[in-house]
């Protein structure tokens, strides 16, 4: 027996579909024959992507193993929100709402001055000239600045490690 292919274009097939007719009770009683359409009428190949679709959470396939056949319930057929973001190709809601905000105050440009101008590398002119030119920068320059900085410290500091380790409580 030769198993059945997933096949990525039947997968996109399958769940525009189902976003076309999204909360759509009239399309309910032909979404099977449909479907099979897309399949071209091999339904071992339909279920075979439908499950895989279902496994990824991107529809709710409707079949059933049954003990002696494949039961559907067509009415159970449709596509999940993860599904419809998945179609959109931006993340939908989901990357909306997992999005973290970062906001950055003014103490943090202050412990930034202090650094500089405490920095035993440093000139007192370049001291001076770094602090203003910092000052002069436009927010988003700043924000960026500090992201930057952050990262680098995380990335090359052991000490970084262990104070995460230490506020998550797993040190």
């Known amino acids: 027996m030769i198993p059945t292919k997933i096949d990525r274009n039947l ?5 525009r579909y189902l ?10 009683t032909d979404t099977w024959d449909v479907l099979l359409s897309f399949a071209s009428q091999d339904e071992r190949k339909l279920i075979a ?9 991107l529809l709710i396939s409707g079949i059933d193993d ?34 973290i905000t970062v906001k950055i105050h003014d103490d943090s440009l202050t412990r930034l001055e202090q650094f500089l101008s405490h920095h035993p590398d440093l000139s007192e002119q370049d001291k001076t000239g ?3 030119r ?36 797993m040190g």
Do not use: C
């Open 130 to 132: 770094y602090i203003a």
């Open 66 to 99: 049954g003990t002696d056949s494949e039961m559907i319930s067509e009415s159970a057929i449709k596509i999940t929100a993860k599904g419809i973001d998945f179609i959109a190709g931006d993340g939908g809601l989901d990357a909306i709402l997992r999005t």
């Open 11 to 15: 997968q996109f097939d399958i769940l």
């Open 134 to 169: 910092l000052r002069s920068l436009p927010a988003d320059a700043t924000k960026h600045l500090l992201l930057k900085l952050l990262d680098l410290g995380l990335t090359h500091s052991p000490d970084a490690l262990r104070l995460i380790q230490s506020l998550l409580g």
């Open 49 to 57: 992507n439908m499950r895989y679709l279902e496994e990824h959470g």
């Open 19 to 28: 976003e076309s007719i999204y909360h759509e009770s009239s399309a309910i």
